[in-house]
């Protein structure tokens, strides 16, 4: 599948959950898409473009998580919050992924950089983009 028609799904697919749970992530998301698209405007390879553009999608998609009859988003104990949407998003999106056919090592790796996404001293080139793009 090429990257723009898996962007379309996904995007379809994000936007479906957030404006069921947590409308505001979805607004969010959006601007880390469009910083993220910006960021990695002179990378050339197609699975590092694929990575970063999906983990930018997938980052928050935890906080749309029910939690105790609410959502994770709305949890006030900040820390729990954090290590919480980060937790359950690398599972969300590993589900979501696996459903849209992504091949495995792809899966793996967003999955990966959404569990560590507010984890700044972890050297990962990737992750360093992302948490760049996560920056509005
Ligand atoms: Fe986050
Ligand atoms: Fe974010």
Do not use: C, W
């Not at 607004?27 to 390879?45: F, G, P, S, W």
């Not at 709305?74 to 589900?95: M, R, W, Y």
């Amino acid at each position: 599948m090429e990257l723009d028609q898996v962007e379309k799904k996904l995007k379809k697919k994000v936007k479906e959950i957030f404006l069921k749970t947590v409308p505001r992530y979805y607004d969010h998301t959006l601007k880390v898409v469009a910083n993220m698209k910006r960021i990695a405007k002179e990378i050339d390879d197609p699975e590092d473009k694929t990575i970063l553009l999906l983990a930018a999608y997938l980052h928050d998609i935890g906080y749309s998580v029910p939690y105790r009859g609410d959502y994770v988003d709305n949890i006030s104990h900040q820390a729990l919050k954090i290590k919480l949407h980060s937790d359950v998003g690398a599972k969300v999106t590993e589900e979501v992924l696996e459903t849209m056919g992504i091949e495995p090592e792809v899966v793996r790796k967003v999955s990966y950089l959404v569990s560590v996404h507010h984890r700044e001293h972890i050297e990962d080139r990737h992750l360093k983009m992302l948490l760049q793009a996560d920056k509005v």
